[in-house]
Nanobody, 117 residues
Framework: QVQLVESGGGVVQPGGSLRLSCDVS????????MAWHRQAPGRPREFLTL???????NYVDSVRGRFTISRDSAKNMVYLQMNSLKPEDTAVYFC???????????WGQGTQVTVSA
């Protein structure tokens, strides 16, 4: 059974940093794309960033330059380093992975990030 478990969320002051981790287990396939999304209260889930199996990355404008995605393919882990956090970054953060062969996607359960003074 595929499981994605996020960790590293919490409460941080504006301007602070957090590092999220996502541990993927129970897989018997190669992971293609790994990504992070978030969902703020009352808003739809939004894509933030992805990293391909080749290490190529993409970011939405709102986090580019502040957030950095990375992966450890040997450990089936994906990370999100978040710097210069703002109150509007407050949301539940979800990791997502997609199988390289079929394109089937899997979601984690989310981790709460709250940016508040």
């Amino acid at each position: 059974q595929v499981q994605l478990v996020e960790s590293g969320g919490g409460v941080v002051q504006p301007g602070g940093s957090l590092r999220l981790s996502c541990d993927v287990s129970g897989i018997d396939f190669d992971i293609g794309v790994m990504a992070w999304h978030r969902q703020a209260p009352g808003r739809p889930r939004e894509f933030l960033t992805l990293i391909t199996s080749a290490g190529m990355t993409n970011y939405v404008d709102s986090v580019r330059g502040r957030f950095t995605i990375s992966r450890d393919s040997a450990k089936n882990m994906v990370y999100l380093q978040m710097n210069s956090l703002k109150p509007e970054d407050t949301a539940v953060y979800f990791c997502y992975v997609r199988r390289q062969d079929s394109g089937t996607g899997y979601w984690g359960q989310g981790t709460q990030v709250t940016v508040s003074a």
